[in-house]
């Protein structure tokens, strides 16, 4: 999942800006009690999204997974004044966890959380996002981005995460692997559109950046 030597990955983080506390203890508790904790956006990561966020300055911004709420807290940095942030998941378990690090959060206020499934939810929200966050199920992707991408106002922006898919995006694909197989065609999909450009960072496991013209 990290391609970079972890000399030039600590070298990355040292000269970052720093992980703010709360964000650290947040980091920490997933790694001590949940279940498969490096789908946590992290350090690095999370201060790219919220300098991305800080830029864009949204007045909307919708997540697509929030796993225990790490990179909601890191997009929220940036909202407006007015701003809000509507994050989706359907693991209920994890609502309680991630709700109460929001509680704690001087963003926390603006941050909406949406227990179910995504694609039955997608269509209720508002239009004129600003930006939007994939990081949900690999089978989905392009099924998000479909639904998403006309309430994404022009100019605004969709991010993905996981494209390169610990690297298997250039690797012979099995069969069965359904996650890899729809990676693959996600960003093939978005390459092509021509509602939007497209770069594809490769930063920890990969973040497409889509800008819709």
């Given at each position: ?5 972890d ?11 720093a ?5 650290k ?20 990561q ?77 269509p ?60 693959c ?29």
């Open positions: 999942m990290d391609f970079l030597p000399s030039i990955d600590e070298y990355a983080r040292n000269f970052s800006s992980e703010p506390e709360l964000l203890e947040l980091n920490r508790e997933t790694h001590l009690k949940v279940l498969s904790p490096r789908m946590l956006s992290g350090h690095l999370g201060r790219f999204l919220s300098i991305i966020s800080n830029m864009i300055r949204p007045d909307l911004v919708v997540e697509i997974g929030t796993y225990t709420g790490y990179s909601a807290l890191c997009l929220a940095e940036g909202l407006s004044e007015k701003g809000r942030l509507i994050t989706i998941d359907n693991n209920r378990e994890l609502r309680p966890f991630a709700e109460s690090y929001f509680a704690r959060s001087p963003h926390g206020s603006k941050i909406q959380f949406l227990a179910g499934n995504a694609a039955d939810l997608i209720s929200l508002p239009d004129q996002i600003d930006l939007a966050f994939i990081d949900a199920d690999k089978e989905n992707y392009s099924r998000y981005f479909d639904l998403l991408i006309d309430k994404v106002r022009p100019g605004g922006f969709l991010l993905a995460d996981n494209v390169l898919w610990s690297g298997k995006v250039v690797q012979p694909v099995k069969e069965n692997d359904q996650s890899t197989k729809a990676i065609a996600f960003n093939e999909k978005v390459n092509r559109d021509h509602r939007v450009e497209t770069m594809l960072l490769p930063l920890r496991d990969g973040i497409m950046i889509i800008r819709k013209k």
